[in-house]
């Protein structure tokens, strides 16, 4: 069975503030805008993922949940991990290594670095820094999600917000 991936960085959040905790950052408008136009184009891709998985912070969450809105997917059904707030690389593989077998494909929504490294750790691909609002679609033949680690998906596609089609 095939399975995908789609791995996404937040959307345009609000500066950090002396007075604010970074998790309680909120999307400025342009950032609503961006995963909104995201998730029409993701949607016109066929993008339809049975599970979105997001981080606890308010710009993860909140990117993941107009993404869901736009995929026509119950945002009231999205999985929030505090452990992909801070919590590296092996917090997106311990989600995905957890996802049930019959998930075809997911979305995970979190921060960077954390995202650009776990791209790179599952493809063995030069990512670089993923932009904010971007998403990449990683592949992966014959394997449960138990069995995905280092090196066993390929990189479908990626998109960043500035690459969608009307966009200067």
């Known amino acids: 069975m095939s399975r995908i991936l789609y791995i996404v960085r937040h959307a345009k959040a609000e500066d950090r503030a002396i007075f604010m905790a970074d998790h309680d950052r909120e999307l400025t408008s342009e950032g609503i805008i961006a995963a909104a136009r995201m998730g029409r184009y993701l949607r016109d891709q066929d993008v339809r993922p049975d ?46 290594n957890a996802l049930a077998d019959d998930t075809s494909s997911a979305m995970i929504v979190g921060h960077n670095p954390d995202v650009s490294y776990f791209a790179e750790f599952l493809t063995h691909e030069n990512v670089g820094s993923m932009s904010k609002g971007a998403v990449i679609a990683v592949s992966f033949e014959d394997l449960t999600w138990a069995e995905i680690s280092s090196r066993t998906g390929s990189i479908t596609f990626r998109i960043a917000p500035k690459q969608l089609p009307g966009e200067k």
């Open 51 to 96: 599970v979105i998985i997001s981080s606890t912070a308010f710009r993860a969450k909140d990117t993941a949940k107009v993404l869901a809105e736009q995929l026509s997917y119950d945002p009231a059904q999205i999985r929030l991990s505090p452990d992909l707030f801070d919590g590296g690389p092996k917090a997106y593989m311990a989600a995905v």
